[in-house]
Protein backbone atom coordinates (compact mmCIF):
# COMPACT_ATOMS: atom_id res chain seq x y z
CA UNK A 1 0.00 0.00 0.00
CA UNK A 2 1.13 3.68 -1.04
CA UNK A 3 1.89 5.68 2.16
CA UNK A 4 2.65 9.37 1.68
CA UNK A 5 4.75 11.39 4.48
CA UNK A 6 5.08 14.80 4.62
CA UNK A 7 7.90 16.22 7.27
CA UNK A 8 8.23 18.80 8.74
CA UNK A 9 4.78 19.10 10.04
CA UNK A 10 4.81 22.98 10.58
CA UNK A 11 6.91 25.15 9.35
CA UNK A 12 7.27 29.27 10.31
CA UNK A 13 9.76 31.76 7.65
CA UNK A 14 10.08 34.96 7.42
CA UNK A 15 8.33 37.07 4.52
CA UNK A 16 10.69 36.90 1.41
CA UNK A 17 12.34 33.45 2.14
CA UNK A 18 12.10 30.81 0.05
CA UNK A 19 9.93 27.59 1.46
CA UNK A 20 10.86 23.96 0.75
CA UNK A 21 8.18 21.89 1.53
CA UNK A 22 9.11 17.93 1.24
CA UNK A 23 6.88 14.83 0.34
CA UNK A 24 8.34 11.30 0.47
CA UNK A 25 6.28 8.07 -0.94
CA UNK A 26 6.67 4.09 -0.50
CA UNK A 27 5.71 3.16 -3.90
CA UNK A 28 8.11 3.96 -7.22
CA UNK A 29 5.25 2.94 -9.19
CA UNK A 30 3.21 6.05 -9.33
CA UNK A 31 1.22 7.58 -12.13
CA UNK A 32 1.37 11.14 -10.66
CA UNK A 33 1.64 13.41 -8.08
CA UNK A 34 -0.48 16.41 -7.21
CA UNK A 35 0.59 19.54 -4.43
CA UNK A 36 -2.25 20.94 -2.92
CA UNK A 37 -2.69 24.33 -0.74
CA UNK A 38 -5.37 24.13 2.03
CA UNK A 39 -6.70 27.07 4.00
CA UNK A 40 -8.17 26.71 7.47
CA UNK A 41 -11.92 25.09 7.34
CA UNK A 42 -12.12 24.90 3.47
CA UNK A 43 -11.73 22.58 0.59
CA UNK A 44 -8.12 21.83 -1.37
CA UNK A 45 -7.22 23.90 -4.44
CA UNK A 46 -4.74 22.22 -6.64
CA UNK A 47 -1.39 23.97 -7.12
CA UNK A 48 1.27 21.63 -9.34
CA UNK A 49 0.27 18.25 -10.88
CA UNK A 50 3.51 16.06 -12.21
CA UNK A 51 3.49 13.35 -14.28
CA UNK A 52 5.58 9.98 -13.83
CA UNK A 53 7.30 10.88 -16.98
CA UNK A 54 7.98 14.37 -15.81
CA UNK A 55 10.77 15.73 -13.50
CA UNK A 56 8.83 19.20 -12.76
CA UNK A 57 6.50 21.48 -13.36
CA UNK A 58 6.78 25.32 -12.27
CA UNK A 59 4.22 28.01 -12.25
CA UNK A 60 4.94 31.27 -11.45
CA UNK A 61 6.55 31.31 -8.18
CA UNK A 62 5.87 27.03 -7.40
CA UNK A 63 8.44 24.90 -8.96
CA UNK A 64 7.77 21.22 -7.83
CA UNK A 65 9.91 18.11 -8.55
CA UNK A 66 9.76 14.76 -8.55
CA UNK A 67 12.29 11.83 -8.24
CA UNK A 68 10.90 8.41 -8.65
CA UNK A 69 13.62 6.55 -7.66
CA UNK A 70 14.42 8.14 -3.99
CA UNK A 71 10.37 8.13 -3.84
CA UNK A 72 10.65 12.05 -3.16
CA UNK A 73 9.18 15.55 -4.51
CA UNK A 74 9.88 18.62 -3.55
CA UNK A 75 7.67 21.95 -3.51
CA UNK A 76 9.35 25.42 -4.13
CA UNK A 77 7.81 28.53 -3.35
CA UNK A 78 10.29 31.25 -3.96
CA UNK A 79 10.05 34.86 -1.96
CA UNK A 80 7.18 33.80 0.39
CA UNK A 81 4.35 35.89 1.51
CA UNK A 82 2.04 35.95 4.21
CA UNK A 83 -0.59 35.48 2.01
CA UNK A 84 1.17 31.88 1.15
CA UNK A 85 0.06 30.23 5.16
CA UNK A 86 -1.80 27.19 4.51
CA UNK A 87 -1.49 24.25 4.68
CA UNK A 88 0.35 22.08 1.81
CA UNK A 89 -0.76 18.51 1.26
CA UNK A 90 1.17 16.02 -1.11
CA UNK A 91 -0.88 13.37 -2.79
CA UNK A 92 0.21 10.38 -4.69
CA UNK A 93 -2.17 8.66 -7.49
CA UNK A 94 -1.08 4.80 -8.64
CA UNK A 95 -3.57 4.55 -11.31
CA UNK A 96 -4.87 6.47 -14.21
CA UNK A 97 -8.30 7.10 -12.73
CA UNK A 98 -7.04 10.03 -9.97
CA UNK A 99 -7.67 8.29 -6.62
CA UNK A 100 -5.24 9.61 -4.42
CA UNK A 101 -3.44 9.21 -1.07
CA UNK A 102 -2.52 11.89 0.91
CA UNK A 103 -0.11 13.01 3.22
CA UNK A 104 -1.16 14.57 6.49
CA UNK A 105 0.25 17.84 5.09
CA UNK A 106 2.65 20.92 6.14
CA UNK A 107 1.54 23.74 7.61
CA UNK A 108 3.08 26.69 6.60
CA UNK A 109 3.22 30.51 8.71
CA UNK A 110 4.66 33.18 6.48
CA UNK A 111 5.58 36.05 9.29
CA UNK A 112 5.24 39.66 7.81
CA UNK B 1 -16.91 26.51 -14.54
CA UNK B 2 -17.94 27.06 -11.16
CA UNK B 3 -16.39 24.84 -9.48
CA UNK B 4 -17.48 21.80 -7.19
CA UNK B 5 -20.60 22.97 -5.15
CA UNK B 6 -21.26 20.88 -1.49
CA UNK B 7 -24.23 21.05 0.73
CA UNK B 8 -24.40 21.82 3.17
CA UNK B 9 -21.03 23.61 4.99
CA UNK B 10 -21.98 22.42 8.03
CA UNK B 11 -24.18 19.87 9.66
CA UNK B 12 -24.64 19.48 13.26
CA UNK B 13 -26.23 16.39 14.23
CA UNK B 14 -27.00 13.82 17.22
CA UNK B 15 -25.42 10.23 17.51
CA UNK B 16 -28.07 7.55 15.91
CA UNK B 17 -29.56 10.54 13.29
CA UNK B 18 -29.31 9.44 9.47
CA UNK B 19 -27.40 12.69 7.21
CA UNK B 20 -26.90 13.26 3.52
CA UNK B 21 -24.99 15.50 1.52
CA UNK B 22 -24.72 16.70 -1.95
CA UNK B 23 -21.98 17.37 -4.33
CA UNK B 24 -22.77 19.38 -7.56
CA UNK B 25 -19.66 18.59 -9.58
CA UNK B 26 -17.96 20.90 -12.37
CA UNK B 27 -20.12 20.39 -15.83
CA UNK B 28 -18.95 17.99 -17.94
CA UNK B 29 -16.54 16.42 -15.44
CA UNK B 30 -17.25 12.91 -15.42
CA UNK B 31 -15.24 11.38 -12.48
CA UNK B 32 -16.34 12.37 -8.96
CA UNK B 33 -14.49 11.51 -5.67
CA UNK B 34 -15.55 11.61 -2.11
CA UNK B 35 -13.01 11.91 0.42
CA UNK B 36 -13.10 12.58 4.39
CA UNK B 37 -10.59 14.38 6.28
CA UNK B 38 -9.93 14.32 10.40
CA UNK B 39 -8.18 17.29 11.83
CA UNK B 40 -4.19 17.12 11.28
CA UNK B 41 -4.73 14.03 8.45
CA UNK B 42 -4.72 14.47 4.74
CA UNK B 43 -7.94 13.31 3.31
CA UNK B 44 -8.74 9.86 2.87
CA UNK B 45 -10.34 8.01 -0.33
CA UNK B 46 -13.94 7.44 0.62
CA UNK B 47 -15.70 5.75 -2.98
CA UNK B 48 -15.90 7.31 -7.21
CA UNK B 49 -17.72 7.23 -9.92
CA UNK B 50 -17.44 7.53 -13.13
CA UNK B 51 -20.65 8.63 -14.90
CA UNK B 52 -23.46 6.98 -12.50
CA UNK B 53 -21.37 3.97 -12.33
CA UNK B 54 -19.39 3.46 -8.46
CA UNK B 55 -16.42 1.96 -9.24
CA UNK B 56 -14.19 1.42 -6.08
CA UNK B 57 -15.51 2.29 -2.38
CA UNK B 58 -12.67 2.06 0.49
CA UNK B 59 -13.39 -0.63 3.67
CA UNK B 60 -13.58 2.94 5.75
CA UNK B 61 -16.89 2.96 3.98
CA UNK B 62 -19.13 0.68 6.26
CA UNK B 63 -22.52 -0.47 5.52
CA UNK B 64 -23.96 2.94 7.45
CA UNK B 65 -22.06 4.62 4.31
CA UNK B 66 -24.18 5.00 0.61
CA UNK B 67 -23.16 7.24 -2.14
CA UNK B 68 -25.08 7.66 -5.42
CA UNK B 69 -25.08 9.39 -8.67
CA UNK B 70 -27.97 9.39 -10.50
CA UNK B 71 -27.94 10.23 -13.99
CA UNK B 72 -24.12 10.76 -13.75
CA UNK B 73 -24.72 14.40 -12.71
CA UNK B 74 -25.02 15.78 -8.96
CA UNK B 75 -23.97 13.03 -5.86
CA UNK B 76 -25.20 12.04 -2.46
CA UNK B 77 -23.41 10.48 0.30
CA UNK B 78 -25.78 9.29 3.29
CA UNK B 79 -24.80 8.50 6.49
CA UNK B 80 -27.37 6.09 8.56
CA UNK B 81 -27.29 6.06 12.10
CA UNK B 82 -24.08 8.26 12.84
CA UNK B 83 -21.50 7.78 15.57
CA UNK B 84 -19.12 10.30 17.28
CA UNK B 85 -16.03 8.83 15.03
CA UNK B 86 -18.47 10.00 11.97
CA UNK B 87 -17.17 13.84 12.48
CA UNK B 88 -15.37 15.03 10.11
CA UNK B 89 -14.66 17.35 6.38
CA UNK B 90 -16.19 15.26 4.07
CA UNK B 91 -14.81 16.13 0.64
CA UNK B 92 -16.10 16.18 -2.82
CA UNK B 93 -13.90 16.59 -6.26
CA UNK B 94 -14.60 15.73 -9.52
CA UNK B 95 -12.18 15.49 -13.07
CA UNK B 96 -12.70 14.80 -16.28
CA UNK B 97 -12.60 11.18 -18.16
CA UNK B 98 -9.28 11.82 -19.19
CA UNK B 99 -6.52 9.50 -17.26
CA UNK B 100 -3.96 11.77 -14.78
CA UNK B 101 -6.32 14.83 -14.74
CA UNK B 102 -5.89 17.10 -12.04
CA UNK B 103 -8.47 16.71 -9.10
CA UNK B 104 -10.74 19.81 -8.58
CA UNK B 105 -12.37 19.74 -5.03
CA UNK B 106 -15.48 21.52 -2.96
CA UNK B 107 -15.04 23.37 0.19
CA UNK B 108 -16.66 20.24 2.14
CA UNK B 109 -19.12 19.44 4.70
CA UNK B 110 -17.89 19.38 7.99
CA UNK B 111 -19.99 17.02 10.16
CA UNK B 112 -20.27 17.35 13.86
CA UNK B 113 -21.75 14.06 15.33
CA UNK B 114 -22.66 14.79 19.33
Known amino acids: KQEVTQIPAALSVPEGENLVLNCSFTDSAIYNLQWFRQDPGKGLTSLLLIQSSQREQTSGRLNASLDKSSGRSTLYIAASQPGDSATYLC???????????FGAGTQVVVTP | DTGVSQDPRHKITKRGQNVTFRCDPI?????LYWYRQTLGQGPEFLTY????????KSRLLSDRFSAERPKGSFSTLEIQRTEQGDSAMYLC????????????FGSGTQLSVL
Open chain 1, 91 to 101: AASTDSWGKLQ
Open chain 2, 49 to 56: FQNEAQLE
Open chain 2, 27 to 31: SEHNR
Open chain 2, 93 to 104: ASSPALDGEKLF
